[in-house]
């Protein structure tokens, strides 16, 4: 028997697993999918940071003793991890009413934007 002889491939192909593995599934829905993780993840992570930023500040505010230059680096180190959380989530905000000012209600919503336009 010739090596070239064996069937390597099962019947029918190989098959995905998952949503990128589902032949019936959108392109444009899975992207959606990977997109709206990404932002809620990197949300979750900001939020995450704040508050390790908040406790290491407060950590070193307590831990100061009375140092005042020890005292302002620990409320900058909360201050800017306050502006970063507020930021992350007035970006949320900003891009939703900037595409209710130019006319797309679901800007945040990727598959109906997709699908207004392939229109």
């Excluded at 069937?7 to 589902?22: A, T, V």
């Excluded at 500040?57 to 306050?82: N, S």
Aim: hydrophobic content about 55%; cysteine-free; charged content about 15%.
């Amino acid at each position: 028997m010739k090596l070239s002889a064996i069937d390597l491939f099962p019947p029918g192909g190989f098959k995905g697993f998952g949503p990128l593995g589902n032949p019936a599934g959108s392109g444009i829905a899975t992207f959606t999918k990977f997109i709206s993780t990404t932002i809620g993840l990197m949300t979750i992570i900001a939020i995450i940071w704040f508050v390790f930023v908040l406790i290491t500040g407060a950590i070193g505010w307590i831990g100061a003793g009375g140092d005042k230059a020890a005292v302002e680096a620990a409320r900058k180190k909360i201050t800017t991890g306050l502006i970063g959380l507020v930021v992350v989530i007035a970006a949320i905000f900003i891009i939703s009413l900037m595409g209710k000012l130019i006319g797309i209600e679901n800007i945040l919503n990727l598959e109906e934007l997709f699908k207004q336009i392939q229109k």
